[in-house]
């Protein structure tokens, strides 16, 4: 069979389980941010950055729109959606996040904005209702069960559902290291198969990257090697003590703000986006 017959004999079945090929066996279990996460992610994640700015100008939101964001986290993007809209519900299974959103609710007097203790699994018409925008940002990428939570979400949209997904070309530095040792960087499913999955469910969503400018940043070494992406689960001691080494190798100096960085290490999100009913 040549590649295009192989291609066009795909349907949706065979795209979700490329993705959860992808995924692998052990990350079965929902992902989510617990007490045992470094309070370190909680802090830079809540940083307003590049993406957040640029997400805020690719979102379609009407003051009179209800939102619901699929594994809102401590409310980064809820809040600045909330500026915008009628109402915003956050949606996310980690009850620390929750907390840390509802202590920023309180903190600012924000009236618009609620929240649910949900796996995004389990968010359907039934359990949630119907909103106007349904938006997940950079929480869809542990989804073992994509076709289902896909059709529910359409379902719950009634203008405009924005996924926001990793691209391919995230922590090459991460992935440099694990090649420097002779090791296979797993890596998240691509947001392409999400792309194919949804055409085979005739969902034909536009794709935008974000092309982020910005490198990321680390404080010190220590910082480095607690934010970024090791996978010390999958490295044996004597790899973890190479780490810390490589880091120095590979980070550098910037004069200007006293941080460390690398040109090649940026972050490559992709929007993937559709509007409902368009025919
Ligand atoms: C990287 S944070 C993103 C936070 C925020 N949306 C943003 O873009 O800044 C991922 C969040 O998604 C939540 N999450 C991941 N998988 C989830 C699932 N299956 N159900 C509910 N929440 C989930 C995590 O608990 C975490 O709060």
């Known amino acids: 069979m040549s590649n295009q017959e192989c291609i066009r004999n795909l349907d949706e079945n065979d795209w979700e389980k ?3 090929d992808e995924l692998g066996e052990k990350k079965k279990f929902t992902k989510h941010w617990n007490k045992d996460t470094p309070k370190i992610h909680f802090e830079k994640i809540a940083v307003y950055d590049e993406y957040h700015e640029k997400l805020m100008h690719k979102l379609r939101l009407d003051k009179n729109d209800t939102v619901l964001d699929l594994g809102c986290g401590e409310g980064a993007v809820t809040t600045l959606i909330a500026e915008k809209v009628a109402k915003i519900t956050g949606l996310d299974s980690s009850k620390m996040m929750l907390d840390l959103l509802q202590q920023r609710i309180d903190h600012d ?11 995004i699994e389990d968010a359907t018409i039934d359990s949630v209702g119907k909103f106007d925008v349904v938006l997940a940002s950079r929480s869809f990428m ?5 076709k289902n939570v896909i059709l529910n979400i359409n379902e719950i949209a009634k203008k405009y559902v924005f996924l926001v997904v990793f691209g391919r070309r995230n922590w090459r530095l991460e992935k440099k290291f694990f090649n420097s040792i002779g090791k296979k960087y797993s890596d998240f499913a691509p947001y392409d198969y999400l792309f194919n999955l949804l055409v085979s469910l005739e969902i034909y969503p ?3 990257n974000f092309d982020l400018i910005g490198n990321r940043k680390y404080d010190d070494i220590d910082d480095a090697f607690i934010r970024m992406k090791w996978k010390k ?7 973890i003590t190479k780490i810390k080494p490589f880091i120095e190798e590979n980070l550098f100096l910037n004069k200007e703000d006293g941080t460390l960085e690398n040109p090649i290490d940026k972050s490559d999100i992709v929007l993937i986006w559709w509007k409902k009913n368009m025919f």
């Open 233 to 239: 689960n999958e490295l044996d001691d004597d790899e």
């Open 142 to 146: 542990g989804i073992y069960d994509i």
């Open 18 to 20: 490329a993705w959860t």
């Open 109 to 119: 007097k924000i009236g618009n904005i609620e929240t649910i203790e949900m796996k």
């Open 206 to 208: 536009n794709i935008e």
